[in-house]
């Protein structure tokens, strides 16, 4: 589906290279082999006749009292069945019912799973960043890869409507960027991430932040493959916003509780914000950090790389129990 | 939310199901919404005659099915029912409630010529 919101099409571009349509099926009519195969056969051309008010007409019978007023000629072209059917019953047509049962956002969580294969494959640790504008996510990023560059490869994808200024400001850093202009949508999908992953070098058992547009509504709906979404909420904004908007939050496994070193200015309830957080998520973590005074700094790169060193182990278990099935077998 | 895309996504999923489904035509779409699915459904329909204009859908009449949202209460150990994403447990007023049905967005089924 077109997943940037109420956009016109083709408005991706991925640093410059404008994701034009057709060719590059960001949207519609693509040719991914994985997008189709799904026409459920098992629901083929069939109506229901447990709606109980349509009927099936599709196939007629071909009682004497059928007319040649229902074959439609078009020149050397017969066509039989156009129109209203010949139905014996009155007011019944051509009309049939067909399951769908489609998820609508299933094309993307379908890309999400493609990505999820990947960076499993590459023992990738994926997390995604959502906030509202200016939660400070790309500070406390820049700070948190300074610390975290020098234990693996870190790589960072750039989610903005316009511009390449936040992964120019991560390019400082030293480490791969690529920058995502959703052009006038408002979320990153799966399918720009899996686009964007192209772009970078070797980065396997390395991190990956995906830094999402600043919006705390629509990129809690679209799964971008990430093992974590984290929820960047800055004590400048309010502490009922996890209550205001708390689709994100109870997507989100962590909430970054960002700029506490300004706690001393502000009127803001701590203690409230946590407990408006676990009313809409039980389960959700929180910590409470600044990348400019470096509270918290030390827990959040815990928490990270206690998930990335996991991850890579179980990559490992996954490998070894396949070594030595293959040796089993020789 | 995105009204207007799900609705493009919701005309996708049309035209790719009208080669296979054999149909020209569609006369009413069934969708399937939970209160959970961040769709205000006023808003959907509103952009649902938008976008169908010129396509197969064009007039289609929108039939939403709104589901009821439902959790397991881990505390009283029982489904009850939830309208909104932090309501507490109608029974025992805990929050520690896991969704388990609400959050569906999905294409039912199709009156199709």
Redesign the interface.
């Known amino acids: 589906m077109c997943t940037v919101c109420g956009c016109s099409e083709g408005e991706v571009s991925i640093e410059g290279h404008h994701q034009g349509h057709g060719s590059t099926h960001t949207h519609g009519s693509h040719s991914h082999s994985h997008e189709h195969g799904h026409g459920h056969s098992h629901n083929g051309n069939h109506s229901h006749s447990h709606t109980g008010t349509y009927s099936s007409d599709t196939g007629h019978d071909t009682g004497l009292e059928e007319t040649e007023s229902v074959i439609v000629a078009e020149g050397d072209n017969l066509h039989f069945g156009h129109g209203p059917a010949h139905a014996h019953a009155p007011g019944l047509s051509q009309t049939r019912m067909v399951q769908i049962e489609q998820d609508i956002l299933g094309k993307n969580d379908r890309y999400a799973a493609q990505n999820r294969q990947r960076f499993d494959a590459m023992s990738l640790f994926t997390l995604n960043l959502v906030s509202s504008p200016g939660s400070g996510k790309t500070t406390l990023l820049t700070a948190s890869i300074e610390q975290l560059k020098t234990r693996c490869p870190v790589a960072v994808i750039e989610g903005d409507q316009q511009t390449a200024n936040d992964a120019d400001r991560i390019r400082e850093t030293g480490v791969q960027a690529v920058q995502v202009n959703t052009g006038k949508g408002c979320h990153l999908d799966a399918h720009m991430v899996g686009h964007a992953m192209a772009h970078f070098e070797d980065i396997s058992g390395g991190l990956l932040f995906i830094e999402n547009v600043g919006n705390l509504v629509c990129p809690a709906a679209f799964d971008l493959g990430e093992a974590h979404k984290v929820a960047i909420l800055s004590v400048t904004e309010g502490e009922d916003k996890p209550l205001k908007y708390p689709d994100m939050f109870y997507a989100a496994d962590l909430m970054l509780l960002n700029k506490v070193d300004l706690l001393p200015y502000l009127d803001f309830d701590v203690e409230q914000c946590i407990a408006a957080a676990r009313q809409v998520n039980p389960d959700i973590e929180v910590i409470q950090i600044s990348a400019r005074s470096g509270e918290g700094m030390s827990e959040w790169q815990g928490w990270i790389e206690q998930r990335r060193v996991a991850r890579i182990r179980k990559r490992i278990d996954q490998l070894t129990g396949q070594i030595h099935q293959l040796e089993a077998m020789v | 939310?995105?009204e207007?895309?799900?609705c493009?996504?919701?005309i996708?999923?049309l035209e790719d199901?009208a080669i296979?489904?054999?149909?020209t035509k569609i006369?009413t779409v069934w969708?399937e919404i939970g209160p959970?699915a961040?769709i205000e459904n006023d808003s959907l329909r509103f952009c649902f005659d938008a976008v169908t204009r010129n396509t197969l859908a064009e007039g289609a009449q929108l039939e939403i099915i709104e589901l009821a949202g439902q959790a397991w209460c881990l505390q009283c150990a029982q489904t009850v029912e939830i309208k909104?994403?932090?309501d507490a447990c109608t029974a025992c007023g805990s929050?520690?409630?896991q969704v388990t049905q609400g959050e569906?967005?999905?294409?039912?089924?199709?009156?199709?010529?």
């Open positions: 939310m995105h207007m895309s799900v493009e996504g919701i996708q999923v199901q296979s489904q054999n149909y006369k969708l959970l961040m909104k994403r932090y929050y520690q409630l569906e967005l999905r294409i039912k089924e199709l009156e199709v010529e």
